[in-house]
Each structure stands twice: as C-alpha cells, then as structure tokens.
C-alpha cells in the first residue's frame, strides 16, 4: 500500500471533485446516499491520514450489495436517470475505499464528469453554468493531481493549471457550442421524467389545488408580445378547459387532436401576436390568451387545437418549448351549441348541494335570462360577504352549499367551481377554465414573466346568440386580483401576499435575476438546430443543413487549432533577454555605434557622448537610468529610459540624419 | 492466466516493437548531443486513459442528443476541446527541449548505474512531467523552468560485468491531463562500464603467491619520482602546486619507494578458476589492496598495469578487469 503521503493530496482534491459533483442532487437523492458517499470519504481520508489499511472486502462488498437493492427497492428498476446516477455515486463511494493506484483515482474522475451530466439532464437552470465551471475545474485540477501525484507541486498550481485549462478550451468549446449540428433526439429512450416533481395546473382541480400553486414563485412561461401588450386585465391565459364535475373537482376531458377543431373562432376587433417560452410541465396543454386564432406549426411538434379552443401538443412538454400565437382580443365562439353539448355542459352529478340547485333554480326564476343571472350572482358575489383569501375553512361533503352558505370565503377555484355549478343547475352551458391571469412585465428586457402565482380559473357561460362568453367570479370579488396581481387583492382581504419585498432595489435585483433566467433560457437552454440556422443565414448562407455546419465547425476548429499552436510555438521561442537590455542595444542601434566586447555602459556613455555631444546629456541620463534600473532594481526608471529613448530614436530616424550628426560632432570636437 | 496472456501478447508484440525502432532510428538516423527536440521527431498517442477519455466523451455526447440537454452538450463540448488543447499543450511541452550531455559513471555489476541526462530548456515557458525510459527502466518526473538545466537520473540495473550498450533512450511526457503521451527517441552512442562483482569471500590475498615483497617502506621513505599529469582521483597532497602555479598545468608527483614495496595481482595465481570467478577475486583485491593503501600491479593477459595507488588507479585496474577476455595467455 502506498502512503508516502503524496496521495493525501491527490485523494483530497478527488474527494473534493466527487462530493462538489454530488452536491446538488442531496435533495433529490435518497438521504442514505449521501450519508454513504460522505461516510466513505471520511473513511478513506481518515485511513489515509492515520495510515491504516484499506477497508477490506468481505466489508465492501456486502456494502455494495445492500446498496443495489436499496436502488431496486427506492427505484424499482436500474434504469433511468433517477437509479443510474444513485447507482454512479455508490460506485463511487465504493470505489473510494479501495482507492491506491491512479488508475482507481481515475475511475472516480469519471464518474465525476457522468455525475455532473446526471445533474444537468434534471436541472439547467441559470447557476447550472456556475455549478459546470467550478466542477469541471475542480475536476481537472483533481485530473492534474492525479497526474502528477508524487510531485512536490503547490495546490495553487494545480488550480492554476485547471484555469488556463479551462482557459484554452473556451474558444474551442464555443466553436462547438454554436456549429456543432444539433440533432433532435431522442435515439433509445424517449426520457421519462414524469416522476420528477413539477409544480403547476393539472386536469383536475379541487378546492385548495390553485391556491395552493399561489405560493410557488416558479416561472411557468414567459411572454414577449410583439407591438404593444394588452391590458393587464385583458390577460386570460387560458390552458385547460374542464367539463366534467363529480361533486367536488372539475376535470378535462382526454385530449383529442384533430386540425379542424369543431367550433371556429371569429374575431372581432384588434389582434395580438406574441412569442410564449414554455417551462417544462410534462403535460400536453400549452397556453394561449383568450381566443388563440393563428398559430406557429413548424418543426416536428405540431401544435394542436382542442375543441375548447385550447392549444395543446401531441408530445409532454418535457422541455423549454418556443411558440408563437396570435390572438382574438374580441371574439365570438360555438355561436352553435348542438344539443349534445348542450347536455354535455349541463351535466351535474345526480346528488348533492341540494340547496345551491334550488337557490340556482329560483335565482333563475327571478331574473329570468342567463346574462341577468350571471349578472345577479356577480353582484352577490360583489355586494355580500364573500371573502377572498388563500386559506379558506375546509369544505364538507356538500362543497358547494359549504361555501355559497356558511364558509363564504375562498380562492379563484372556490368562486369559479360555485359559479359553474349554480349555472349548470339553472341549465345554462357553463365549463371552467383553468390557466393563468395577468403577469409581470419586466422593464428591463421587455417581456412578461407568468409564474405559478398568477394560476388561475374562470368559468365560461354559453348565451344563445353570443356564444361562450368569459365569466370571471373572483373579478367580482377582489377585482385587485384582475386590475393588478395576487398581491394587492389578497392585501385588500388583510392578508399578506407570498411576496413581501416592496424595497425599490431588492424589487430590482429580482427583476434582473428573472430577465437573466430569461436570457438564459432563450440563448442558452432554447438554443437548437432553428437558432443554428439563423445563425448560418446571417453568415449569408442560405438553406443551411447539418452538412453546412460541419464544414463550417471543422474550418473553424483547424483555424482556432492552428492559432492555438502557433501561440504555443511563440511561447516556445527562446526569452529575448530582459527588457532592460533590450533597450539599452536599441540606444546602441539607435546611434549606430555598438560597444565593443567588454565595454562598460559608463565607458560606452563616455565614447558616444564624445561622437554625438548634441546629445550627450540625453546619453547620459539613459545610461544612468539603465544602471539603476538594471543593477538596482528601480523598474519604475523603464518608463524615462523609454522616453529619452523615444526623442533620441526621433532625432536618428534615418541613416542621413545620424551621419550628419556624427559630422557635426567630429568637427565641433576638432575645432575644440 | 493475465501473464499467459501478457507473454503470448509479447510474444505478438516483440517482432513489430523490433521493425518499428529499426525504422525509427533509420528515419531519424544518430544524434550527437546536444540534441534539440523538434516536431519532427517527436510522437504522439492517447494514452489509456485518453481512450476512456474518448470514449466517456462520446457517450455523453449521444447522451445529450438523446436527452437534448443543452447543459449536457456543454460539457461534452468542454471535455472534447480539453482533450483537443491538451494535444497541443502535450506536443510543445516537449519540443524545444534540449538535450545537452547523457553520462553514467562505471559500477560493479549487479549494481544500478545511473544514467544522467542532462535537460535544458531554452524556451520561455516552463516544461512539465518530463521522464526518461531506458528500456522498461523508468526515471522519475522532473518540470524544468525556463531557461533551466537539470539532470534526469534513470536508475538502470546490471547484471553482466563489460559494456553496457544503451540503444536509445525515450524521453516522454504526459503533461498536461495524461490523456496523451509525447515520446521521443535518442539515439546517443552510449556506453556504460560495469565492473566485475567483487568476491564476497575471496582467498587471501597475501597468501597469493604474487605477493612479492611484504609491506614495508610505505610513506615515510619514499623518494620523489617525477611528475605526471594530474588524473582524476589523485590526493590533493600529491598535486605539484608550485608546477600548477608556474605552468597552469596540473601535475601529481610521483613517488617511489626506495624499497619498492608493491604487490602484484596476477591472474596467473588464480589460472585453475572459472574466469569469471578469478576476476571477481582480483576484483576484491584491487579494491583491498586500494582501501589498506598498498601499491598495488595488475598482471592480466595482454595488459600489465605497473603498480601504483589511488583513485585513478584502481578504476584503470577495474576497466582492465571489466574487459578481460581470457586467462590462457598467462602459461605462454
């Protein structure tokens, strides 16, 4: 066994490697998992320290088993993404135990470099390029300790080895980066990240599920209109429509996907067109604001209208997604209602809320129209005491007459889903809409930011003539939750919003933190074969493919190869001497008059002096500096050799010019 | 089972490694030092960790495209350029290297003589993880700053006492990720002297029959002879420094006993030994004879080395020993 003490070092910067590429996964790894990887660590550094023998392995191999039925039994398989990292980090835990050779060290090097990989295929956000610096040096400051283990090298150099590492491959990396051809995959797996926590609507809302999201400040999509944005109140997003109601939650029908949806939408009036970076949700359901008319349909994931004039895809969304639509400010939609439907969205369950049905059924009795009923229970909601507020009582059995009649208070979900319901029991066509209100607009990068915090849900009514038209309850209630945001209408009900950042520049901070992410996400993560092309067409070629930019990635890597090497040459070249001696012969050249072999700078001052006494003080003074500056040290004297140098060069700036000097300088000591 | 493996691989290998140096030395021809590493004669391979390298690149990169992760296609990228740069930085880290002496003083055989390679770097970045191979005899790393000289010592067993041939020697680096190794051949006629081992229990050497005089009239009596050139070796006290200081010329004085009080080490006395054995004997009596002070002949077949002392002396018996060929010739 080795321990001459030269692996300390090389074991410590591969334990530091390993646990840096660890650490972002505690939170999603079992917790077992980093007590075994820290646990080795400690193990084998101890070990190491005190210069006791390996873990022997009738221990680690019993170690290693149990580890692998704890990935059976967290995982149910070994494959994926989930237990193959899990399944990385325990080998190489394991491995450190028995680590003395550098081919061990190696080993766990790269499995380093698939760790930090195991990383990004679960988190790409805006830190994950810090998090790839600093691994990746920390690595190849390990890889070059590895390398010259038994070496009396400093630390410092192996961090300054990693940085100029680092430092040479950018340009190359770059080149890459831009040219190499992005293929879209997938080739084996189509990845199967379902299981991964994500935060956002679903098909099925029940009391408290929107309310609930209003406390994640995750982003959902981001927005850049072109021309000028709607209205705050304007913006409807709208994402699932729900029918079907069981007496508590409201769900969506299966998505269907046909071209021609069923019921056309004509507009009227004014039109915008915007640009929507989706995050990803692993759902279908794409946004839109009320009612998306026109649509971008390139690429291979086609965009498909529902009947409910929603946008959805055929594939999850399980990646920064990139659409553009345009939408009907003012519209008309399903003027038609077959009688099907009309069924369809009448539907309640057979039991249950007994008393808010027959309120519905006299309410109606009493105002006797749809419009006139919407509008009186609007006013209920306005005018009575109704609250709005993200932590309403729980609702019993009978949900609906709960809230409408006792509790009184409740989120958008509670307002939305009691609407539908007494309208629906007055037979009136009514469904939910579940998607996002409003937005923030980011001054600083002109596009819109809708978080989690913005879901919300309206109900739409259908009106013989006018055809389904957007009812939103919670506007009748806390209308600050339309005109403004969240914030503001909970402030209004005495409660304070999630937000509570209100200093100008802490509000500024994060608001540059978010057009970062923004940046990031449209630059960085949504940067694909389109943007490739754009990029070739502003190089002026046209219609590239992936033949194009091959070439194109193959000219640019010999270029910046070549320079690399020819630097590399230049470094190689023999040092010139100091600069202080250079400039000393530049005097001499200057002159045209080179001191002999042996001559002293203070002999040589006195020669030139005597052939070019014009100058003689200037010949003076630069030998007396170089001295100085030469002998003892005084670097700051570089500057006024330089600049005597430089009047001196400007008086013998031709061959003629320093002839007739020299002349004048023999006749003037002859005539002496 | 892996040495079976190993050794029929060998067997595979040893005929190609054999072809491939005769046509590196005829390509490149013979150095005289000092030698200046250019690119034309310098080699490059990835190594096995280059190749895991490679590999564990390549599949990160399907990896991504699989995925498409956009981080991990940043990665993938960074690794591959890293490999790319430490290419060139592996190439340079060895061209412009200087090699300006290769010496190894003479030792007994079944010593390790060292081989010293005299490295200077005359370019202006500094020079890392530079090693020398003599065979499979390996030296350790050394970095030389620039404009530095250093010497690489590899250590380099023995076995057989005469002229050790040294072929070439390869001198190689993996700086800076050992992803690559940079390799150079030197062919420098180079030659090492080993010295027979000395007997561990050798027959007296008093009682051998060339002792022709008992030890008497060492030191005090002895009468000024001459003067020689200075070899290497020679006491300081010998060294005529008043001739030094007239004619610059270093001379030793010589002295003879009046009663010349020397021995003989003849190889005829031990004529009934294998000869390897007899020089092994003579071996540990030259080095007796050295250590107890005494003047001290060597009679071998072809070569009589008149008796004498010091330093100089006894590595000029130690070559005579190193190179015999027979004994017969002592019974003519």
């Known amino acids: 066994m080795r321990s001459d003490g030269s692996l300390r070092i090389t074991l410590g910067w591969t334990i530091s490697a390993m646990l840096f590429a660890y650490a972002p996964q505690i939170a999603t790894k079992p917790f077992w998992v980093t007590v075994l990887m820290l646990g080795c660590a400690l193990v084998r550094w101890l070990g190491e320290v005190r210069r006791t023998p390996l873990t022997p392995a009738w221990i680690r191999t019993p170690i290693g088993l149990v580890c692998f039925l704890a990935i059976l039994q967290t995982y ?73 283990q038994g070496s009396h090298l400093t630390q410092r150099w192996y961090v300054a080895q990693a940085r100029k590492t680092l430092m040479f491959a950018t340009p190359l990396f770059l080149a890459m980066w831009i040219l190499f051809p992005r293929v879209p995959g997938p080739f084996w797996a ?80 004014e039109i915008v067109t915007y640009k929507i970076t989706a995050e990803p949700t692993q759902r279908r359901w794409l946004y839109a604001l009320d009612m998306p008319v026109a649509w971008s349909d390139e690429g291979s994931v086609g965009i498909y209208p529902s009947p409910q004039q929603t946008l959805q895809r055929r594939q999850p969304v399980d990646e920064l997604f990139e659409y553009e639509v345009t939408s009907a400010l003012q519209y008309v939609v399903g003027r038609e209602l077959s009688r099907n439907s009309r069924t369809h969205y009448t539907t309640l369950p057979p039991q249950g809320n007994e008393q808010a049905r027959e309120f519905a059924r006299q309410l109606l009795q009493r105002t006797g129209s749809a419009q006139a009923m919407a509008d009186e229970l609007l006013r209920m909601f306005n005018q009575q005491q109704f609250f709005y507020t993200l932590s309403p009582p729980p609702l019993g059995r009978n949900s609906v007459d709960d809230f409408l009649f006792s509790t009184r208070s409740g989120f958008c979900e509670h307002y939305a889903s009691a609407f539908a319901f007494l309208m629906r029991a007055a037979g009136i066509p009514t469904r939910v809409i579940a998607g996002y209100q409003g937005g923030t607009q980011n001054p600083l990068g002109d596009f819109w930011t809708v978080r989690q915090s913005d879901a919300h849900a309206w109900t739409e009514i259908w009106l013989p003539e006018r055809g389904w038209v957007r009812v939103d309850p919670t506007a009748a209630v806390a209308p600050e939750r339309i005109e403004k945001n969240l914030d503001s209408a909970l402030r209004q009900f005495g409660e304070r919003g999630s937000a509570t950042f209100a200093l100008p520049l802490v509000e500024r901070l994060k608001l540059t933190w978010d057009m970062a992410n923004a940046r990031w996400d449209e630059w960085v993560l949504g940067f694909g074969s389109e943007s490739q092309s754009d990029f070739m067409q502003w190089l002026g070629l046209d219609d590239p493919d992936w033949r194009d930019l091959t070439a194109l990635l193959a000219i640019a890597l010999v270029c910046l190869m070549t320079s690399f090497s020819v630097w590399l040459w230049y470094r190689n070249l023999p040092p010139r001497g100091d600069a202080a001696q250079r400039l000393y012969r530049q005097l001499q050249r200057r002159l045209g008059l080179p001191a002999t072999t042996g001559e002293t700078p203070l002999h040589y001052a006195e020669r030139a002096s005597a052939a070019f006494p014009d100058d003689a003080h200037r010949i003076r003074q630069i030998t007396h500096d170089y001295l100085y500056w030469r002998y003892a040290g005084q670097h700051h004297r570089r500057r006024r050799v330089a600049g005597i140098l430089r009047k001196v060069r400007w008086r013998f700036r031709s061959r003629r010019a320093r002839q007739r000097a020299h002349a004048r300088g023999t006749a003037r000591s002859n005539r002496r | 089972m892996s040495s079976t493996l190993s050794r029929s691989r060998n067997a595979l290998l040893q005929p190609l490694k054999r072809r491939l140096s005769l046509w590196v030395k005829k390509r490149q021809g013979d150095d005289e030092l000092p030698v200046t ?9 990835p190594t096995p960790v280059g190749v895991t390298f490679a590999f564990v690149s390549f599949a990160m990169l399907l ?185 610059d010329d270093m001379m030793s004085r010589q002295f003879e006993g009046s009663n010349a009080s020397r021995c003989w080490i003849d190889a005829s006395s031990l004529a009934n030994l294998e000869i390897e054995q007899a020089l092994a004997i003579m071996t540990r009596w030259v080095l007796d004879a050295e250590n107890d002070g005494d003047h001290y002949g060597l009679r071998l077949p072809g070569v009589e080395i008149p008796p004498a002392h010091g330093l100089a002396h006894r590595n000029r018996c130690l070559d005579a020993l190193a190179l015999a060929q027979s004994l017969e010739h002592t019974h003519a």
């Open chain 1, 190 to 269: 189509i990845p199967n990240k379902a299981n991964s926590a994500n935060t956002g609507l679903s098909s099925t809302m029940s009391p408290g599920d929107i309310s609930q999201l209003s406390e994640s400040q995750a982003v959902a999509f981001r927005v850049r209109f072109q021309g000028l944005p709607p209205s705050q109140r304007q913006l409807y997003w709208r994402a699932i429509v729900m029918e079907h109601f069981d007496g508590r939650s409201w769900s969506a029908n299966k998505p269907s996907f046909n071209r021609n949806p069923a019921n056309p939408i004509s507009r009227r009036g």
């Open chain 1, 76 to 148: 149910g398989s070994i494959n994926g993404v989930g237990p193959g990292s899990t399944l990385l980090c325990v080998m190489a835990a394991l491995k450190l135990l028995e680590t003395r050779s550098k081919r061990d060290l190696f080993v766990i090097l790269f499995i380093c470099l698939f760790l930090i990989l195991a990383t990004f295929l679960t988190e790409q956000h805006l830190w994950s390029l810090v998090y790839l610096v600093c691994s990746y040096g920390l690595t190849m400051a390990a890889w070059m300790a590895v390398s010259r």
């Open chain 2, 37 to 45: 590493l250019r690119s034309r004669r310098l080699y490059i391979l």
């Open chain 2, 63 to 247: 990896g991504s495209m699989n995925y498409n992760n956009s981080m991990g296609f940043a990665l993938t990228f960074l690794l591959a350029a890293t490999g790319l740069v430490s290419m060139h930085r592996c190439h340079q880290n060895l061209a412009s290297l200087s090699i300006t002496a290769i010496d190894a003083l003479p030792v007994f055989a079944g010593d390790s003589t060292t081989v010293n390679l005299t490295l200077h770097n005359p370019s202006s970045s500094a020079k890392f993880d530079i090693t020398a191979k003599i065979g499979a005899h390996k030296s350790a790393a050394i970095d030389l700053a620039s404009m530095q000289t250093a010497t690489l010592p590899v250590e380099l067993p023995t076995h057989q006492r005469g002229y050790v041939q040294i072929d070439r020697i390869r001198l190689q680096t993996g700086f800076p990720l050992t992803l690559l190794n940079t390799w150079t051949w030197l062919h420098v006629d180079t030659q090492v002297l080993v010295w027979p081992k000395p007997a561990d229990n050798p027959p007296s050497r008093l009682a051998a029959p060339s002792e022709e005089q008992g030890e008497q009239g060492r030191g005090g009596d002895e009468t000024f002879a001459g003067l020689r050139d200075y070899q290497p070796g020679d006491s300081p006290r010998l060294i005529a420094w008043k001739a030094y200081a007239r004619t």
